[in-house]
């Protein structure tokens, strides 16, 4: 049996004094290198067909700028269509060390994990060495990431350092997915829907003289908006547009409840209020009780959404065709 075709993807963006290094470093279990040039303004395209001799290399352009989703997107798409079986992301800046690659692949060809992604902060010592805005940034988008993806047992979820079964990444809608940084959690959101298996892996990233595009206060309320609405459509289509369990039940009595009993309750203040009374007992006990069930009812949902979790991948049932559930494009 062939030896599977392990693709790499190197979106290339500001990248020119890093990218020939970071190629040199890829080892030989991997057989194409797709190098996608993003309308760089520093031609790191140019730079690597000019001086790398690879021959697994191949540079792709961008006349325009697209963002790091839509350079990743084009790898990818050439990458299934040269019949790759994992497509590995990293980037090009030399933060992220090609000798791990073994890790990412190993739970994929194991049959384990449907996608594995980088986790800087399994280390102390690795989180110690992290920059004061990135370690606040990700600790917050790790927990707005689990409500909008679903996977509460992963991290660091804007981590670019990614593989996937090529099985997968066909079901994936490519022009739906967010191509600027919104890119990795948005994908996230999408395997939940597949119910596919995501796997962390411990990495140390490296911080050098590079400089990052991204501006922390331009993007803050764009990705909040976004795993917002991501939570909103993943909680629709997992408990009542796919499925129906208990927990689709105690999400509609809990919010009901406690949306009923903070509603009267500040009526009632306002009331009591205007007439300068005191509410009674009863008034009380009517406000409080519908809010105390209601989040009974929440946290037990939170609890089975939690225990939801998926840990069996699902590239192995693909293998002989599509799942049966998929007979579309998904249109989420």
Same mark, same amino acid.
């Given at each position: ?27 030989? @279990? ?19 067909? @000019? ?11 961008? @006349? ?255 293998? @002989? ?12």
């Amino acid at each position: 049996m062939a030896e599977p075709l392990i693709a790499v993807v190197i979106p290339c963006y500001r990248v020119r004094a890093q990218i020939l290094d970071v190629l040199g470093r890829i080892g030989p @279990e991997c057989g194409r290198i797709y190098v996608v040039d993003d309308a760089c303004p520093e031609a790191s395209g140019k730079a690597v067909q @000019e001086h790398c001799r690879d021959p697994r290399v191949r540079v792709l352009f961008h @006349e325009t700028n697209q963002g790091v989703g839509g350079a990743v997107m084009t790898g990818y798409a050439q990458a299934l269509r040269d019949g790759a079986a994992v497509l590995v992301k990293m980037d090009g800046d030399g933060q992220m060390d090609p000798a791990l690659l073994p890790r990412f692949l190993g739970p994929i060809l194991r049959g384990q994990a449907d996608y594995t992604k980088g986790n800087r902060f399994f280390d102390i010592e690795g989180v110690r060495s992290m920059p004061l805005v990135r370690l606040l940034g990700n600790t917050v988008l790790s927990f707005l990431a689990k409500l909008s993806s679903g996977y509460w047992n992963v991290f660091d979820p804007t981590n670019g350092y990614t593989a996937i079964h090529a099985a997968v990444a066909r079901l994936l809608p490519l022009d739906k997915l967010s191509r600027r940084y919104f890119f990795e959690s948005d994908l996230l959101f999408r395997l939940g829907t597949l119910r596919a298996c995501v796997v962390d892996v411990p990495m140390t990233a490296v911080y050098g003289a590079e400089t990052s595009s991204l501006r922390v206060r331009a993007v803050a309320f764009d990705f909040f908006w976004r795993h917002a609405v991501n939570t909103v459509k993943r909680i629709f289509y997992n408990y009542f547009l796919r499925g129906f369990s208990a927990a689709s039940v105690e999400l509609v009595l809990g919010t009901a409840l406690a949306a009923f009993g903070a509603a009267f309750g500040a009526w009632a203040w306002i009331v009591n209020e205007a007439r300068g009374t005191a509410a009674s007992t009863g008034t009380v006990m009517l406000a409080a009780l519908p809010v105390i069930l209601g989040m009974q009812f929440l946290v037990s949902f939170l609890a089975n959404d939690i225990a939801a979790v998926p840990h069996q991948a699902i590239h192995p049932l693909l293998q @002989e065709g599509p799942p049966p559930w998929r007979s579309g494009p998904n249109s989420l």
